[in-house]
């Protein structure tokens, strides 16, 4: 099974107020051939599209070189989101390894806020 790397250092007692309740960057890293993991391809499409029809995925996409991927999140908890996580067929089928980071949005693009807002 890939790993699922959990990066949860996180400062409760920031000062900072976040304008925005925490997001997450995934970062995927590809375990296979990168032609094994384009077959896999159109299930981790359908897998992502779920998630972006019930509001957790804001963008995702491949890292350049294509070494593996990024999505951007939301999620009520970490662990919700890992949860989720674990159900994307990279992850199920040994595919792809994940790192998950977790962080506070202190300032944002205009129009930001009001597209990503739950």
Do not use: C
């Amino acid at each position: 099974m890939p790993k699922m790397l959990d990066s949860s250092a996180t400062d409760q007692n920031n000062s900072q107020n976040p304008i925005l309740p925490t997001l997450f960057v995934v970062i995927l890293r590809y375990l296979w051939p990168l032609d094994a993991v384009l077959a896999l391809r159109p299930k981790h499409v359908d897998f992502l599209s779920t998630h972006y029809a019930d509001g957790t995925f804001i963008v995702s996409g491949p890292q350049v070189p294509r070494t593996g991927g990024v999505i951007l999140a939301r999620a009520k908890s970490r662990e919700d989101l890992m949860a989720i996580l674990e159900n994307d067929p990279f992850y199920k089928e040994g595919a792809a390894e994940y790192q998950v980071f977790e962080f506070m949005v202190n300032n944002a693009i205009d129009g930001f806020v009001e597209y990503v807002k739950p």
